[in-house]
Nanobody, 127 residues
Framework: QVQLVESGGGLVQAGGSLRLSCAAS????????MAWFRQAPGMEREFVAG????????KYEDSVKGRFTISRDNANNMVYLQMNRLKPDDTAVYYC????????????????????WGQGTQVTVSS
């Protein structure tokens, strides 16, 4: 069955870095658009970054552009989110997600276009 397992979260000071990892299994990673979302307390889940299945084109939410980098390793079924120059506003639970449709990225910013999610990993940035 499809599984997504995140790791790498933690507590970091503002300006620091973290690298999140998402281990994927049960499907062919190279056929799917993959994304990272985050959800802060009392807030809706929001798109952070996504990456295409083929040419590794990356998409980012405006507030993380230039600070976060999404990447994938299809051979090892991994998706990563490198987060640099972290800010307190980045504090949230971060989720890895798989788009519902293979070889498609239709409305990729919307959470309801993803049908598989990891359990989430907490990222806390102190000021």
């Amino acid at each position: 069955q499809v599984q997504l397992v995140e790791s790498g979260g933690g507590l970091v000071q503002a300006g620091g870095s973290l690298r999140l990892s998402c281990a994927a299994s049960g499907f062919t990673l190279s056929s799917y658009f993959m994304a990272w979302f985050r959800q802060a307390p009392g807030m809706e889940r929001e798109f952070v970054a996504g990456i295409t299945w083929s040419d590794d084109t990356a998409k980012y939410e405006d507030s993380v552009k230039g600070r976060f980098t999404i990447s994938r390793d299809n051979a090892n079924n991994m998706v990563y989110l490198q987060m640099n120059r972290l800010k307190p506003d980045d504090t949230a639970v971060y989720y890895c997600a798989r788009h519902f449709s293979a070889l498609d990225s239709y409305l990729y910013r919307l959470p309801d276009k993803y049908n598989y999610w990891g359990q989430g990993t907490q990222v806390t940035v102190s000021s």
